[in-house]
């Protein structure tokens, strides 16, 4: 291959087909989720209401690798194996010795990841029989997602966009439109978990899952669908890291030094780096695997490792995670995809024993790095995406310092196309940072309920 | 391969490593462009205040192929081979027994076909010593790729945007900034051209390129860069077309039966079909190439073969091409991009020695194919791109009417992600369409010079 090659792709015969499930390998099972009534184990049967049973079983499975079904390979190869990038132009701008590796998810459907869920999500309900899901959405990239794929298998799609984000970023709402989807914004008039709320409050992940799963409960042909935190969409997502860990090979590289991710909720990050967790656990790689969230949501790295509700109307079961408390709602920042309260139970269990790390970065270094990203290598990265490549730099020119030829892996998550309002303001020097306050933290983490 | 194969791409040793000059193949040679004051055929040195030498040499070649720099194939690796889509769910919901190939340009960094050119355009201005570009862009695809090419090569630029595509996307112009370029509306107050206008008027890309050449002629470190029309413009978008062959014949198809792509300055069209054309002067192929404009800008189909000016200021060569008249302002519609008043020469003799067909369609239709791809195909397109796909629509569903296993080749010239506040105009039913009026035509051609 040519020493200035900057795609790696796979063969068709290299296709990922089956999911990876961390847990098989994981030292320590993760804790069991709980009834919020009666605070015993979460059964299948619990989830029944809201997940067709094939996505529960694969929530609860121990299974290793999970065959993926042909009608999700079938949409998969529209748009996967997703390129994976060596960022030469950042490089030489960087002036460093380390090599930059960024896998690009932005080339999907929908502009990012999601779509590598929303399409075995829908699938499997369609099969149960289902004919209208319902979900929320913080940037949007899941919203679009969701729609995109209910568009290809004829099911009926309702949204709850984040207030802040519904109003930000009409464009993105439209864009849900154009595949088909109804977009409400949140906190609606049409909740009960909504009303609870004055119609102008910019919303919060946590409403908006309360609002979505409100409707879809009672409804027989309904059900909800999440973007993220649960082990079954963070399985899904496994087809990134397996794909990068090929790609990586035919670059000729060994083991990366590092591999860097944003975190939200967390399946962008698991599906990147859970197939490089495997290469630590079985093969004992020394790859540091890092998650990156905004300062004004530290969730990882600075909320508490409790039992929490996944909502604000504490209607999901219990989750062992890292949470500032189900009440909290961030600061509106342009990284809309970063605000969750929580953290997924298995990236909690994986931080929680030590092996991977978190940071948090503020935002203006967030947009800094994704502005020079899009000037050297043609990408416009989404605001949550640039929280990974800022600590990407931040590695890099630590390894020019030394004189490290660390080899970095980073995950685009998606382009910022439909973002491109934040970029003007930070363009126009007008965006603040906003980190949380001591005293907020403590009013939210009062909220965690004791278990 | 399987029946089920979507995407068809290209190993690395088939990468299309020159240019495909159509001149060289032409039962008759093109009229030549005219000095705008002697009337006599313009020679080189007459292009030499706006365009670099090398440039020059290839608007006038005679040469069949002409070899790609290397610095510019390092670039096109970026996003090149741009995929060759088979649009098996749109098929389905067409039920045609037509096969439909999309060849997508949306994949590049600016999100269009237009890097094909900026990219070279750049390369060469720098290696003769240029530090700044201008230029004019219509629907914003042009100034897009343009200021990311003069962001890789380190070059100033300097944009004059059509005011309607200004006023009505700004986020195309933010894009434009996150490259580094700097946006004004045209008609501005910076140029003579600009201010014989009122500073509220629509613009048009004649009135834009005559503003972007008077700033460039008189600043000896400054050319000026055009994004279609001229002979070197369409000769770097033939990697398109020489790709979508080889990705046909890895699909297992022959000759196809039509080629279909959008036509607004003309690259679009001839970087797709040029290519397929040679097939048909050399090998006797019998495809048809169809190119699709609106009916508020028909230059091809209701236009004149005459020799005009390129710009509203007559400050151009003379082409003889298919025109409206350069003074003709198009009403503002959605497809920013084929709003030109002429069309390129090479084109216009290609469609007058009855070597292609044009067709003109109304844009609600246009997007309404539009919407119908993004819920099958997953990608959005734009405005301009959407006018090919209505025209593949007409021909899919024209195979269901025969029951003709028809092969289509349609380009997908980019995404319209930009451009969501037309889609969202269409799905409210806000969308007029406003067909060029016999007495407006009229008008308009009666500024053409008499040669």
């Known amino acids: 291959m040519s020493d200035e090659q900057v795609v790696y792709t796979l063969e068709p015969d290299e296709e990922i087909k089956a999911w990876y499930n961390v847990v098989a390998d994981l030292p320590t099972p993760p804790p069991p989720a709980l009834h919020p009534g009666t605070k015993q184990p979460a059964g299948p ?185 649960l082990n079954h969409v963070l399985l899904h997502q496994t087809v990134i890291g397996q794909e990068t860990l090929l790609q990586l090979a035919k670059a000729g590289e060994g083991a990366p030094d590092v591999v860097i991710g944003c975190a939200g909720g967390g399946s962008n990050f698991a599906g990147l780096a859970f197939p490089f967790l495997r290469e630590k656990l079985v093969h004992g790689t020394k790859t540091r695997l890092v998650a990156v969230e905004p300062t004004s949501c530290p969730t990882l790295t600075r909320g508490e490792y409790r039992y929490d509700f996944g909502d604000t109307a504490c209607t999901t079961p219990l989750f062992k995670m890292y949470t500032l408390g189900h009440d909290f709602v961030p600061s509106p920042i342009h990284a809309g995809g970063l605000r969750y309260h929580g953290m997924a139970p298995l990236v909690s269990h994986v931080l929680h024993e030590g092996l991977m790390e978190a940071v948090a970065l503020h935002q203006n270094e967030c947009f800094e790095a994704g ?41 685009l998550s998606g382009h910022g196309l439909l973002e491109i309002s934040a970029y003007e303001q930070f363009l126009a020097g007008k965006l603040t940072d906003d980190p949380l306050s001591e005293s907020a933290l403590t009013a939210a983490l009062a909220g965690v309920p004791e278990v």
Not at 384 to 397: I, N, T, V, Y
């Open 371 to 411: 502005v020079e990203f899009a000037r050297t290598q043609g990408i416009v990265p989404a605001p949550e995406s640039s929280h990974a490549l800022a600590q990407a730099r931040r590695e890099a020119l630590a390894a020019k310092e030394s004189g490290e030829e660390k080899v970095i892996v980073v995950g």
């Open 45 to 229: 049967d619990d989830l029944a209401p809201l997940f067709p049973m094939d996505l529960i079983m694969q929530e609860v499975s121990q299974e290793r690798y999970i065959e993926i079904p042909e009608e999700v390979l079938d949409v998969y190869r529209q748009y996967r194996p997703s390129p994976l990038y060596r960022a030469r132009n950042w490089e030489k701008k960087l002036g460093t010795p380390a090599r930059i590796y960024v896998k690009y998810e932005g080339v999907s459907p929908a502009g990012s990841h999601k779509v590598n869920t929303a399409v075995p999500q829908v699938y499997y309900n369609k099969k149960s029989g289902i004919t209208r899901l319902t979900t929320e959405t913080g940037a949007g990239q899941w919203g679009t997602a969701l729609a995109y794929a209910c568009a290809l298998f004829g099911v009926t799609c309702e949204v709850w966009q984040v207030g802040a984000s519904f109003d930000a970023k009409p464009q993105r709402r439209v864009l849900m439109e154009v595949f088909g989807a109804k977009v409400h914004r949140s906190p609606s008039r049409l909740t009960n978990a909504g009303r609870a709320f004055p119609e102008d409050h910019p919303g919060s992940l946590g409403i908006a899952i309360s609002e979505a799963v409100e409707v879809a409960a009672p409804d027989p042909g309904a059900k909800y669908a999440l973007g993220s935190v």
